[in-house]
């Protein structure tokens, strides 16, 4: 059972960096949290985690890039829960390349998880939030949404469209909080699946230098989640002081 005074706050892409890290974050500040991703393994090995320590938590697979899927995880959580206060769009890939290595398949995985995915969340919590006068949606976008980069152009689209998407859904809807949440260089395996291996090296390798840990993006989500009803964090951007 969750306290009413506990919310309801829905994670996808749970099972590592960020997304786990929120899970960590907002469960220690005594709300309950549901955790998807693929890797449900690792989502167990959380959920016991938080438990564990106290804290309340459950997890379901999910894969962003279906629609029924997504619907799924959300529905199971309102049914149960008979509300969802928070949604954390937050699963993300980013394969990266240049444009004319034309990695077609990579481009399509990044539009799917990251916008699409972002937009299925959407679809599926907006009429529930509508229906019932409140609610927040945390969108996670990046740095890349404010810069553009070589080798991350078709990374940096997708989160441009997460940003554009975010800031057309709170005009929209003045009773529903949309927050985006923009990392900088984070510790996590981001850089770990796919794309040109020379461009992830590299990208590895700055990470290494510079990243903050995934706990400081996961605060800065804690911070807007903790805001009063008619208060709406927008946007925050969370980077390595030394990153340029
Ligand atoms: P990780 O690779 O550590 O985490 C990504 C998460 O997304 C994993 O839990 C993964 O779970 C999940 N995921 C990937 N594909 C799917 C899918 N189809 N369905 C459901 N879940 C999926 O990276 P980060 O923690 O860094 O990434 C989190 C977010 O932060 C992303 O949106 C990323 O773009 C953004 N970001 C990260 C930065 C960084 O430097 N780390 C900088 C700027 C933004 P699983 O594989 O188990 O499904």
């Known amino acids: 059972m969750t306290s009413t005074?506990?919310?309801?706050?829905l994670i996808t892409g749970a099972s590592s960096g960020i997304g786990e890290a929120t899970a960590r974050r907002l469960a220690a500040d005594g709300h309950h949290v549901v955790l998807g991703a693929r890797?449900?393994?690792r989502l167990a090995a959380l959920v016991s985690e938080i438990q564990a320590a106290g804290g309340s938590a459950e997890q379901r697979a999910l894969d962003v890039t279906s629609l029924d899927s997504v619907r799924g995880f959300i529905e199971a959580a309102h049914t149960r829960h008979g509300r969802v206060d928070v949604l954390v769009n937050n699963a993300g890939v980013m394969p990266l390349s240049t444009v004319d290595a034309l990695r077609i398949d990579e481009w399509n995985q990044m539009i799917d998880v990251n916008l699409r995915g972002t937009l299925h969340g959407i679809a599926a919590v907006l009429p529930l939030m509508r229906?019932?006068?409140?609610?927040?949606?945390v969108n996670i976008a990046s740095t890349a949404a404010y810069r553009v980069d070589r080798t991350a152009a078709v990374y940096c689209a997708t989160k441009y469209a997460v940003r554009a998407l975010s800031e057309g859904l709170r005009q929209e809807n003045p009773e529903v909080r949309v927050t985006v949440v923009s990392p900088g260089y984070t510790e996590s395996e981001l850089a770990d699946h796919g794309g040109d291996p020379q461009v992830q090296a590299a990208v590895?390798?700055?990470?290494a230098r510079l990243a903050v840990p995934a706990a400081a993006v996961a605060d800065a989500i804690g911070y807007a989640v903790a805001q009063p009803r008619n208060v709406d964090v927008n946007e925050l951007v969370v980077r390595p002081t030394a990153q340029q």
């Open 39 to 41: 890797r449900v393994d």
């Open 131 to 137: 229906a019932r006068g409140e609610g927040q949606i």
């Open 5 to 9: 005074l506990s919310k309801i706050v």
């Open 204 to 207: 590895r390798a700055e990470a």
